[in-house]
């Protein structure tokens, strides 16, 4: 399969990206159907993971913040794959988890400073207009604005880039599907005004220079 992969796409295919998506209430919707809990920490689930290393390839988690730990154990024991976390860690703040952002926020902090103790993972900035995130925004008859956007996930973006480091975070857009909270125009503005205060090389870091390295884009 990856031989196939890559020889249809020797410029492009960079790594895997793969749904670890599992939450203990039936509630919660998994990303990807099937998925059993523990799968991160499954033996023939690593195994397969190191492979990656052979093929210059990165791995991709889309997880919950509930698995945050569950995956920085998976990065200790593969630290020669480079991994990517995506959408800050799968925030949720619907069904057991509405009405609890505070503590939803505490929980998923200690994960991500966990997450960050691991050199070879990155995280992308992006995804909190997914509806499973509870800001509801879909709901509201008038979009929020970039200032708006920035208020409430700046706490959320800086801490990340506070534990990863701007080297190890990037933003993204996770275009169509944040499309339901806001235009794209206005989520890139409301990063660019999170970051005014930022040095050049930092700003750089964020939003080119660190996917421009992770992806190899150019070589």
């Given at each position: 399969m990856?031989?196939?992969?890559?020889?249809?796409?020797?410029?492009?295919?960079?790594?895997?990206?793969?749904?670890?998506?599992?939450?203990?209430?039936?509630?919660?919707?998994t990303?990807?159907?099937?998925?059993?809990?523990?799968?991160?920490?499954?033996?023939?689930?690593?195994?397969g993971?190191?492979?990656?290393?052979?093929?210059?390839?990165?791995?991709?988690?889309?997880?919950?913040?509930?698995?945050l730990?569950?995956f920085?154990?998976?990065?200790?024991?593969?630290?020669d794959v480079?991994?990517?976390?995506?959408?800050?860690?799968?925030l949720?703040?619907?069904?057991?988890?509405?009405?609890?952002?505070?503590?939803?926020?505490?929980?998923?902090?200690?994960?991500?400073?966990?997450?960050?103790?691991?050199?070879?993972?990155?995280?992308?900035?992006?995804?909190?207009?997914?509806?499973?995130?509870?800001?509801d925004?879909?709901?509201?008859?008038?979009?929020p604005?970039?200032?708006?956007?920035?208020e409430?996930?700046?706490?959320?973006?800086l801490?990340?880039?506070?534990?990863?480091g701007?080297?190890r975070?990037?933003f993204e857009?996770?275009?169509?599907?944040?499309?339901?909270?806001?235009?794209?125009?206005?989520?890139?503005?409301?990063?660019?005004r999170?970051?005014?205060?930022?040095?050049?090389?930092?700003?750089?870091?964020?939003?080119?220079?660190?996917?421009?390295r992770?992806?190899?884009?150019?070589?």
């Amino acid at each position: 399969m990856i031989e196939a992969q890559r020889a249809a796409s020797p410029k492009r295919f960079r790594g895997i990206r793969h749904s670890c998506t599992w939450d203990a209430s039936p509630a919660v919707k998994t990303a990807t159907r099937g998925i059993p809990p523990g799968l991160m920490g499954d033996s023939a689930f690593r195994a397969g993971l190191r492979s990656l290393k052979g093929y210059g390839l990165s791995f991709e988690a889309w997880l919950y913040h509930p698995q945050l730990l569950e995956f920085a154990s998976l990065a200790r024991a593969v630290p020669d794959v480079p991994m990517v976390l995506n959408h800050i860690g799968g925030l949720l703040g619907v069904n057991p988890y509405a009405g609890k952002r505070d503590e939803v926020f505490q929980v998923w902090k200690r994960g991500i400073a966990e997450v960050a103790t691991c050199p070879n993972v990155v995280v992308k900035l992006g995804g909190l207009g997914m509806v499973r995130c509870g800001f509801d925004w879909h709901t509201r008859s008038v979009p929020p604005t970039s200032t708006e956007l920035m208020e409430v996930t700046r706490p959320y973006y800086l801490h990340c880039i506070e534990q990863f480091g701007p080297t190890r975070c990037m933003f993204e857009s996770n275009f169509p599907v944040d499309k339901l909270s806001c235009s794209y125009n206005i989520l890139w503005n409301s990063f660019k005004r999170m970051t005014k205060d930022f040095s050049a090389t930092e700003r750089s870091a964020l939003f080119h220079d660190t996917a421009t390295r992770v992806y190899r884009l150019g070589s």
